[in-house]
């Protein structure tokens, strides 16, 4: 019998890009089938096409033996086709209820009464608890992407794509949510493409692979077949040396950044951070324990946060980003489109966005030949890949999207680091890179905080680790006793962190 | 994230509503304590009766705004169906209600051309409806050659501008377009997609919706409601003139943002249109009573609508939706933003 | 047909005694109303409204001075109503309306739109009020009064003007108001039938400046561009008349294209004695105001007044300049 | 994936730019085909000189809406700069350039204060620059009770309105306004923030831009615009009136929008703008040229500005350059979106 979906010469460009070139595989029914890739190798692209939302230059698509004719979102869900998107496309102006019945005719909702419902239960399932009437706005990303993974299933979609559902999850939600995918694609014989860049996941939860490279499909395996370090190897093209951490540990080191009194509106416990030059600390906690808001309060994002800043002991006034771009703190937020960049200008005017005069020549007037060699030079070291600052920022994939706000503040020079997941989305080569730029930083004696909900991550970063609950510190690990036991059962409360 | 107690949307909208309805609450006592007239129930109707026509446009022009577009047509539409009325009534001698019918579809028209450049040739609504504006002013003009239509029949006047038990008839029409739209956008499929297209239009599109449909229905809707004023206001002065329509252009659209509607798209509020509507009215009304005279009246009508709407901003202010409105609510709310 | 609605027109038209005093068909001149019918008194607690345009023109401010100047010199309490855009005809019918609803004794009005008023003065005769229309917008309404000149009357006396000055014809431009408004109307239909009547005069163009003066002054250029040999511009207003002028020196023809202007605000006579401007067909704001609370007050009295006072428009050039150096008559 | 070919975005502003421009110059030679004497030099000099001030206030405009804001009080700022200046040389007895600087700081401040409302007070452009609107025209009435004032001094009118070299001085103005404009937008930090802001408050606010700051700048820099508009008017009419500046709010935005400025922030051209306004111009002088009657010229002049965008929307539209402006477009490309 024929595959369910069947994927044949799909070739995709984009200006002055090749985003797609001939990629044919096969999907049966019941299977959840990986697509890996580098970042940039197309993975999006081809579920945009699969989803309809971008016409293929070549190619054809074949569903249930029926070979797709139009191109458009409305003809892909009739035809069973339903992609989450890797930005979960929500509208937070409307209630969780709306979002899942949204663009569905009245017809549909009559045939599917228990829609909303099936969704709500399978959001409880995977660990999220949320009614109806909550409006979307008020959802963690987190629970916007365990709602957007939910409805997918909702309205007898036979084919689920879902672009990195998971990324601002915490291990053990990703492993619940992924969990019940699984049982569902059991009980339905559905088809699932599944798109991570975390591997433990891709391995636990997939029945088979597909490594896109270059927008070529370079590889296709079961995955009972195949390892980990195969499918690595296949979406680099080279064997891939694992990070190690090389910043020197110096327990003894002056502390470099201290931030005490630390209030956010919406966390009031008072908080204290202190890093010495050249530490890593590494914040854990789950979804909602307050870390975003802890770096948001020290950067004095949001209104009504307050607290005192001391950098090498003398202490800066900071009120707000500005100033404390002044006294020397960046800060990489945690969703990079929206807070990161201005996705519709060049990447080199988003480095140079940092900069008070920096760039200026004769008086006021700026160098943008200054500005793009500075951004140049600081990708390079980066791979930055399409190596071209020139593009428009919404032109590279989400990892190199990723480098673009590290650069923004690395040519520019800080005393402290703060990130907020700075590997969101990034695939495995790109991680190592930005873990190996994290070290850098700290061997050159900048003080980081990284908060992570990638407890490995976490964990071959840090020299110190701070556990976060309901908006406190709740414990602090140095050595040996950084491991995931410890960070989660501290991070949920089960035991309480040594002091 | 724990369960939310009680959704705080509701509670928000609750807060915004609260925040202007009480804005407009103080303008009525402070006007009442100034003017021992002003309260009086003929005199609250002469309020009502002055703020139906911009109440029934930026009803309509609030639908356009939550899917994040503008309508600067309005104006000329209800000129033109005024003038084409009452055309077919005086010249045509056509039965004053199926010239009302005739306007309406009319009205309706002008705002489906309206959609129809907006989403087939992809013109910026600003620029489309800025260009329709002059058109269909044009068309008015031309009809007539600009001259005024009088000797409207008296029965198409109380058809619009009478009393059913003590109540005019125009109050009553806003009343019930009032609650139809409520309806439309809040319990309707397309409702929702309206405020999808507004909220995000890239989602409502991913997710099957018709968006240009959605479009060119909320610009026709519009152009509907516009055709209505228009007639309303031929019935008020017993007379079509070709540019009767022009000055509530800027009015409508006030009225539907001193109401809450966020120009970025996704938010807006049926009541808060009418009351902005009611408070504009209030303005004209309550100055005069006051013998303000005309210069300093424009001074005192602009402090008013900055400061009630300012009281309606901080009535959302407290810290969680700070970044209340705006551009980046709709990308995405503080609450989100600050999500661990 | 007057019924009840919400903008008034309760008592039926007719009924109140004011109708019966007023002589519909009759017309007279200010002067001659005034001799028969002598210096008005004032009752005690006469209140005169005048419901006007935007004050921001200058021909309505002086319309109002002219009430507010004779009501004072009769001792009289008046109050002035106006609007904040020369389009918004419900604005005006609710001041209008909240005009009656404080008491007025006697209402003067303006109206924008020739109808527009009407529910509100048929309450006001209903009431026993006086309502008197001041210029332009002659209704038809019964016992209504109108005080100003024949609108029709203005164009045409500019027409005929412009014949006399260009004995061997030419071509002619008119630069109009807004396309909608009465004034702009009823001054382009008098002046073009007046042209009828002198076929040697040609209408070569006519634009809409708007009453904008920098638009009238962009149009007049452009007009000036494509008639070269133009002779005259006929301009329905003094404002836009000033930009015309402008234009005209601009492109050295000063004196050589002759411009009318409309209204005879005193910036026009200015530029008459300065002669940038040919002549404007004057009007008399604030005879017209004085009329209107004179009749008002005859009426109060139980005199019969003739339903139309004349305040005829008259030319105003470099000869008769001088005798109206101030203000405006 | 192959790495790029060649600068997309360059290539992009350039065909958009193309885009009105090509329209423009369609519409300049269609009227030069219908009318001889329309591409004399003479006649270009007076559409140039009559599109000065719509270039002025939509220059500053442009920087407004470039940040996602919207500024309507600019035809009063205009009026009333024109009056106070007038008043201050006429009844003070001000020297001429003393005037200017005055007005123009006026504009300024009335322009700050926008800023103001709309970065304290959290109001909504629309609404903060509406209520300034009223209470700036008010201003201008009270300032001469509603009267103009004439007898500007000839020092005043030869120092805006008279010839250099053949060249009007305003037509220089507005050169010299332009590139002062296109610089501080192109190739300061000042003019990068506000690209940045329009394009996402959160990531400027993030990234250290005082983002309150850039937009009280860029409102004042449009009441200053406005105000030196304002004026040019007095100079080019000799007399100040207390509305003149009304007409050109809704003008001059639309030669800004015309120009590519897009009302969703972050895009806007300066070039464009002042191709905004020439079409404008050339469309009011052609129209007379031809003599089209006043009731058609409307009709006409909307039917040409919707053509005109519309050609301009379709020059980026051929697929290279699918995904760029409004909304719509941004939306029109979902990859862009889903791309990581
Ligand atoms: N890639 C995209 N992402 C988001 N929105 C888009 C995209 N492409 C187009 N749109 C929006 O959707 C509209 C086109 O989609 P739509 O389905 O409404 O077209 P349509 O099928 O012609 O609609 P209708 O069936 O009502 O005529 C465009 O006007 C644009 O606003
Ligand atoms: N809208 C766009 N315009 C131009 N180029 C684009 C666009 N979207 C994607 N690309 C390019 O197409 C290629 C594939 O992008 P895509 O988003 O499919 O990669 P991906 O595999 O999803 O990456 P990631 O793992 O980071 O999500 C990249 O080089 C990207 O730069
Ligand atoms: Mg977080
Ligand atoms: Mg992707």
């Known amino acids: ?499 | 994230m724990s369960t939310p107690t009680r959704s705080p949307r509701r509670l928000r909208v609750n807060v915004q509503t609260l925040g202007i309805f009480g804005a407009a609450a103080i303008i009525f006592i402070i006007f009442g304590i100034l003017s021992p007239s002003f309260l009086t129930i003929g005199n609250l109707r002469d309020i009502a009766v002055a703020a139906s026509i911009n109440a029934i446009i930026g009803l309509g022009v609030t639908f356009v705004i939550i899917t994040g577009g503008i309508d600067l047509s309005v104006g000329s539409i209800a000129s033109l169906v005024g003038i084409v009325a009452a055309t077919f009534m005086v010249s045509g001698g056509v039965a004053p209600i199926l010239a009302l019918l005739i306007g309406i579809v009319v009205g309706l028209a002008c705002g489906a051309a309206n959609g129809l450049l907006i989403t087939r040739l992809k013109l910026p609504p600003f620029i489309a409806t800025l260009g329709t504006m002059s058109v269909f002013q044009g068309l008015a003009y031309v009809t007539t050659d600009g001259k005024p239509v009088y000797n409207i029949p008296p029965e198409f006047v109380l058809l619009l501008n009478s009393y059913v038990g003590g109540i005019p008839v125009m109050v009553i029409i806003v009343a019930v377009v009032g609650v139809l739209c409520w309806l439309l956008l809040r319990r309707t499929v397309f409702g929702e997609n309206v405020i999808a297209v507004g909220g995000s239009e890239e989602t409502a599109w991913l997710s099957g919706i018709r968006v240009n449909r959605v479009k060119v229905a909320v610009y026709a809707l519009s152009g509907g409601l516009a055709g209505l004023a228009g007639l309303i206001l031929v019935a008020r002065i017993n007379a079509a003139q070709t540019e009767g329509g022009s000055p509530y252009l800027l009015t409508a659209i006030a009225a539907a943002v001193i109401g809450g509607a966020n120009l970025m798209g996704g938010e807006g509020r049926i009541a808060g249109t009418l009351v902005g509507a009611l408070i504009l009215g209030a303005l004209t009304n309550g100055l005069v009573l006051l013998n303000v005279p005309s210069f300093y009246e424009q001074i005192v009508t602009g402090l008013v609508v900055i400061i009630a709407v300012a009281l309606d901003q901080s009535a959302k202010d407290w810290p969680m939706l700070k970044r209340g409105k705006s551009k980046d609510d709709v990308a995405a709310t503080p609450v989100q933003e600050l999500a661990g | 047909g007057c019924t009840a609605t919400p903008d008034g027109g309760g008592g039926a038209a007719g009924e109140g005694d004011i109708v019966s005093l007023v002589q519909a068909d009759d017309v007279q001149p200010y002067e001659d109303a005034l001799g028969s019918l002598g210096e008005p008194e004032v009752p005690d607690g006469t209140k005169i409204c005048y419901v006007t345009r935007t004050l921001s023109n200058e021909y309505w401010s002086l319309v109002a001075d002219g009430v507010e100047n004779r009501a004072k010199e009769l001792g009289a309490e008046v109050q002035i109503f106006a609007v904040n855009d020369e389009a918004s005809i419900t604005e005006q019918l609710d001041k209008a309306k909240s005009a009656l609803t404080q008491g007025c004794t006697v209402l003067l009005a303006s109206p924008i739109s020739a109808t527009g008023l009407d529910s509100v003065f048929t309450d006001a005769l209903a009431q026993g009020v006086p309502a008197i229309v001041l210029n332009d917008a002659k209704g038809t309404l019964p016992g209504v009064v109108y005080s100003g000149p024949d609108s029709l009357t203005t164009g045409r006396t500019a027409a005929d003007y412009l014949a006399e000055q260009l004995p061997d014809g030419g071509k002619v431009a008119m630069v109009e108001g807004d396309p909608g408004s009465s004034n702009a109307l009823n001054r382009g239909q008098g002046f073009e039938d007046g042209l009828a009547e002198h076929p040697n005069l040609e209408l070569v163009a006519a634009q809409t400046a708007n009453w904008d003066q920098t638009k009238a002054q962009d149009i007049a250029t452009a007009m000036l561009t494509a008639n070269p040999d133009l002779k005259a511009f006929y301009v329905q207003n003094d404002g836009m008349a000033l930009g015309v002028a402008t234009a005209v020196e601009r492109a050295g023809k000063t004196g050589e294209v002759l411009i009318v202007g409309t209204d005879g605000i005193p910036q026009a006579k200015t530029e008459i004695q300065n002669g940038r401007i040919t002549a404007t067909v004057s009007q008399k704001p604030n005879q017209e105001g004085a009329a209107g609370v004179d009749v008002g007050l005859w009426l109060l009295a139980g005199k019969e007044v003739p339903g139309w006072i004349e305040v005829p428009a008259f030319i105003i050039d470099s000869a008769n300049v001088a005798d109206y150096a101030e203000g405006m008559p």
Not at chain 1, 194 to 208: G, L
Request: charged share 25%; proline share 5%; glycine share 10%.
């Open chain 1, 1 to 499: 019998m024929n595959a369910l979906l069947q994927i044949e010469g799909i070739a995709k460009s984009f200006p002055g890009v090749r985003a797609l070139d001939g990629v044919t595989f096969d999907v049966n029914a019941g299977e959840i089938c990986t697509i890996a890739g580098e970042n940039g190798a197309g993975k999006s692209t081809l579920l945009a096409i699969l989803g309809g939302s971008l016409t293929p230059d070549r190619g054809s698509i074949t569903i249930d033996g029926v070979r797709r004719e139009e191109y458009s979102p409305r003809r892909a869900l009739a035809d069973g086709i339903v992609i989450a998107q890797q930005e979960p496309a929500v509208v937070p102006q409307l209630t969780v209820a709306q979002n899942v019945t949204i663009g569905k005719s009245r017809a549909q909702r009559k045939q599917v009464p228990g829609a909303v419902d099936g969704v709500i239960a399978d959001m409880n399932r995977m660990g999220f608890e949320t009614t109806p009437s909550t409006p979307v706005s008020k959802l963690s990303p987190a629970e916007r992407q365990a709602l957007t993974i939910a409805r997918a299933f909702a309205f007898g979609a036979k084919v689920i794509a879902l672009d990195e559902p998971t990324t601002s999850m915490l291990e053990h939600n990703a492993a619940q949510v992924l969990e019940r995918v699984r049982e569902i694609v059991q009980e339905r014989g559905v088809a699932v493409l599944f798109v991570s860049h975390k591997m433990p996941e891709v391995m636990r939860v997939s029945d088979s692979v597909v490594v896109l490279r270059d927008g070529k499909n370079a590889y296709r395996a079961e995955i009972a077949q195949t390892s980990e370090q195969e499918i690595v190897q296949k979406m680099v093209g080279r064997e891939l040396l694992g990070f190690t951490r090389e910043h020197p540990m110096k327990p003894d080191a002056a502390v470099r950044f201290e931030a005490t009194d630390v209030r956010h509106p919406k966390h009031p416990a008072p908080l204290r951070l202190a890093v010495r030059a050249g530490e890593v600390v590494g914040i854990a906690g789950l979804v909602g324990s307050g870390r975003t808001e802890l770096l948001r309060a020290i950067v004095r994002a949001d209104h009504g946060s307050t607290g005192h800043i001391a950098i090498d002991g003398k202490p800066f006034r900071v009120v707000d980003p500005h100033t404390s771009r002044s006294a020397g703190i960046a800060f990489i937020p945690e969703e990079r489109k929206r807070q990161g960049l201005v996705l519709q200008i060049p990447a080199y005017a988003n480095i140079a966005m940092t900069a008070d005069h920096q760039f200026n020549t004769v008086g006021p007037v700026v160098s943008k030949k200054r500005e793009i060699d500075t951004a140049t030079i600081q990708t390079q070291g980066m791979s930055l890949r399409p190596a071209n600052v020139r593009l428009n920022a919404r032109q590279f994939s989400g990892g190199n999207q990723q480098k673009l706000v590290i650069a923004k503040w690395t040519w520019r020079g800080a005393s402290v680091y703060l990130f907020d997941e700075p590997t969101k989305g990034v695939d495995v080569g790109g991680r190592v890179e930005i873990y190996r730029l994290i070290d850098r930083l700290a061997s050159e004696g900048h003080s980081i905080v990284v908060v992570s909900s990638d407890l490995p991550e976490v964990i071959s970063l840090s020299d110190r680790v701070l556990v976060m609950r309901a908006g406190r510190f709740v414990g602090s690990f140095e050595g040996d006793d950084i491991n995931e036991q410890t960070l989660v059962a501290s991070a949920m409360g089960v035991a309480e962190g040594q002091k």
